[in-house]
């Protein structure tokens, strides 16, 4: 590597190339796994991008594009090689207020885009815990979800087109500002999702929406898991599409956000069996408040809600939502595994319960903890059993008792390094195959993020 310094210096200049120890003192300043990079490079542009692109391709050096760095599954994992960071890319290039759209670059903060959206009088709905440092390329490349998904989608429905350097430094502008274009592959998707294995996004045009004029919270207390199905059903028919979220919180994750160390207080008392945060977001601040408070009522008279307490001002909303985002505190008893499993509702309390049987069966100490966006049918298990070394074993407690039932092993955080081999058992064998053509095909020397999501 150190041969090849003057040539990336000569590329993005010297104060953006870091080589051996420096490289790795940047990975190690990170709190996901990033591994060991040779060397960590900043480019400025998406001509700086392609030019590193076509060094690493005549080089054979693999080059693994970096966004905030806060993925959860090994994605940006540099070892021995070239960790390409888009920081410096970071602007907000223009904004079409008519079109509603925005330009950014892929470097931005998922945090700073919003904010330039609002100032706008828009809206990026786009909402998740790490959004003061995620970056639009990132959450570009895994596909990101969040808490709002039940109303505005993934971060695939939010992208209308990008900008894309392949392994070869090819630039695809594939920069459409249209909803519907119909010309062909939407080769858009190609990027979303396949986390830095077939390009590298640089630039990408945003969907923005209305800025929702009113916004309404419930914290709410269930009895049993029967009745989350049709309260969930009512919510999204009497809110004529305005429900925004529908989080649920099982009793031990509740227990944990309310008790020290944790600053959170109990919204509701303890000794329910689910706890659901409800949000809508709407447009008719005078009415809207209204509707909600009948809709809640509606489903305490159906008998499906047991207790209940309205956000009366921002306030209270914002107690309600860090209550949800304080997921830190499932990590306080020890060392744990997480997962982002999705499955049908219908199938979910059966599935928990056989999880639950399972690692008490092997650690009867296990923990369990459960919260997520049942309204997506994503769950997030937190299992604690104690030991560090039996990651291995847990996962093929949770993840093969989720295949027979079709679930997926990631809903949200993607494959990367550290659920590869679980990939076979969420999709078919032809699938894989297909993905592998794909890869061979825009990256045949395999330097684009190599060994992730694919063996
Ligand atoms: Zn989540």
Not at 278 to 299: I, K, N, Q, S, Y
Request: charged share 20%.
């Amino acid at each position: 590597m150190e041969i090849l310094k003057p040539r990336l210096e000569e590329l993005v200049g010297a104060s953006h190339v870091a080589i051996g120890a420096a490289a790795k003192e940047i990975a190690q300043s990170a709190w996901t796994r990033l591994g060991e990079p040779a060397a960590v490079v900043r480019p400025a542009s998406t001509e700086e991008v392609a030019a590193l692109m076509r060094l690493a391709h005549a080089e054979d050096l693999s080059m693994t594009p970096w966004g905030g760095r806060t993925g959860l599954v090994d994605g940006a994992k540099a070892d021995g090689g070239i960790a390409l960071s888009l920081e410096r890319m970071r602007d907000i290039e223009s904004i079409d207020k008519v079109a509603s759209t925005m330009t950014v670059q892929a470097g931005c903060t998922v945090q700073a885009a919003c904010e330039a959206a609002e100032e706008a009088g828009l809206f990026l709905p786009l909402d998740l815990g790490s959004r003061g440092s995620a970056t639009i390329g990132g959450v570009i490349s895994t596909n990101a979800g969040g808490n709002r998904v039940l109303r505005y989608g993934m971060v695939r429905d939010m992208v209308l087109g990008l900008e894309a350097v392949l392994a070869d430094g090819t630039v695809v502008n594939a920069l459409n500002h249209l909803i519907k274009n119909n010309t062909g592959y939407d080769i858009k998707q190609l990027f979303i999702g396949s986390e830095g294995t077939l390009g590298v996004v640089t630039r990408a045009v945003l969907r923005l929406r209305p800025k929702p004029a009113s916004q309404n919270a419930a914290f709410l207390g269930v009895d049993r898991f029967e009745a989350l199905a049709p309260l969930l059903r009512i919510l999204e028919a009497d809110l004529g599409g305005e429900l925004s979220a529908f989080e649920v919180m099982w009793p031990q994750f509740y227990e944990l956000v309310t008790t020290e160390p944790a600053r959170g207080r109990p919204v509701l008392p303890p000794g329910q069996a689910f706890y659901v945060l409800v949000e809508a977001l709407g447009a008719d601040p005078a009415g809207d408040g209204e509707r909600f408070e009948a809709a809640l009522m509606r489903t305490i008279e159906a008998g499906l809600v047991a207790d209940a307490a309205v956000a009366k001002t921002g306030a209270e909303r914002a107690r309600m939502w860090a209550l949800r985002d304080d997921v830190g505190q499932t990590a306080r008893n020890g060392p744990t595994v997480v997962f982002d499993i999705s499955l049908p509702i219908s199938e979910m309390e059966a599935y928990l319960a056989e999880v639950r049987a399972a690692l008490a069966a092997r650690w009867p100490a296990a923990e369990l903890v459960v919260f997520g966006h049942l309204g997506d049918g994503n769950l997030h298990l937190i299992a604690g059993v104690g030991d560090r070394g039996a990651r291995h074993a847990v996962e093929e407690i949770v993840y093969g008792l989720l295949r027979r039932r079709g679930g997926s092993v990631s809903a949200e955080h993607g494959i990367g390094l550290s659920k590869r081999a679980y990939l076979a058992y969420s999709r078919s064998p032809a699938e894989i195959a297909l993905m592998r053509r794909l890869k061979t095909a825009l990256d045949p020397r395999n330097v684009l993020n190599p060994g992730k999501v694919l063996a």
